[in-house]
């Protein structure tokens, strides 16, 4: 396998459309990286540049220390597998996996070899003389894993490979090639807009707004310590709750919200960093699991009151979304299963304040 390294790579379509800006990644041998971010973010885009199907418009693209600016796609030694399957419709499953192998004029019996090895490790063996119309969704997406497996090539890139699948089977595929990473012990960029894949399936995390890079870091180190707004909303299921306000001194520091007149105590590990805010418009942010029901064991340093608008049971917790009297924003709850209030209840609610996040209101970015 191989590394790949842009350096300050740039991207600009026809009309001055500027789709990826100066962006500087390391993906080390070995790695699954996770290209992630709302739609328009660059991440196609920046795929298909490592993989030689859009002109690098400035900067460098490298792999295995190889500059690649002008090697054409064949000769890159990568293998993309694309969000539609591709798959030849008048061929086998056999067939389209051995058609590339063909064209390179390996001989029969290794291309047999390499067919089959890859068939058995996706469990696709009984399928290999089936045409792709008899197969279901998740079937042909390993034969268009499998096409790539056979390869053997340096790097692997994948653009949304799993948009077209239901849930149980994006599940059960995202599973499939994490264990497929560690199996073949191979370097591998993903493009996904599914926090839920870049969290369970990345080493380490790309979230890209507007063709600019927000965060690169490990899943965890992004969940918790997020660098601005943006990916603290993106990441995360609901999303972070956000309260616009102000700090105040006031035996100590405190966060006030004007339009609710929610008053929020500063923690104490908080207090030094927050100090330089005093009287400057700062932005709070709570995850939903942070906000608990008020009872025996919440952990909380202070309880508001909030009215149920929607119940969602998830199984085994509950989404409470519920309003606060004075402002009527909408915030979201993540609670135990075991306690399931009725829409349209005043709720007394407990916030985790060692868990709260800060941004700073102009710049957005985190305290």
Known sequence: M??????????????????????????????????????????????????????????????????????????????????????????????????????R????????????????????????????????????????????????????????????????????MRTEISRLHQRLGATIVYVTHDQTEAMTMGDKIVLMKDGYVQQIDSPLAIYSRPTNKFVAGFIGSPSMNFFNGKIEKSRGLAFREPESGLRIPVSKKDQGRLRPYLGKELILGLRPEDIHLAGKGSPSTIQVKGTAEVVEPMGNEIFIYFAMKRNGNQYVARVSSSKEPPVGKTLMLTFNLAKAHYFDAETQRAV
Request: hydrophobic residues 40%.
């Open 105 to 172: 004029k390996l001989p029969k019996k290794e291309i047999n070899e390499r067919v089959r090895e890859a068939a058995s490790i996706l469990g696709i063996e009984e399928y290999l003389d089936r045409k792709p119309k008899a197969l279901s969704g998740g079937q042909r997406q390993r034969v268009a894993v499998g096409r790539a497996i056979v390869r053997k090539p340096k790097v692997f890139l994948f653009d949304e490979p799993l948009s077209n699948l239901d849930a149980k089977l994006r599940v059960q």
């Open 2 to 103: 191989a590394s790949v390294r842009l350096d300050n790579v740039k991207k600009v379509f026809e009309g001055n459309v500027i789709a990826v800006h100066e962006m500087s990644l390391e993906v080390k041998d070995r790695e699954f990286v996770v290209l992630v971010g709302p739609s328009g973010c660059g991440k196609s885009t920046t795929l298909r540049m490592i993989a030689g199907l859009e002109d690098v418009t400035a900067g460098n693209i490298y792999i295995d220390e190889q500059l690649v600016n002008d090697v054409p796609p064949k000769d890159r030694d990568i293998a993309m597998v694309f969000q539609n399957y591709a798959l030849y419709p008048h061929m086998s499953v056999f067939e389209n996996m051995a058609f590339g192998l063909k064209l």
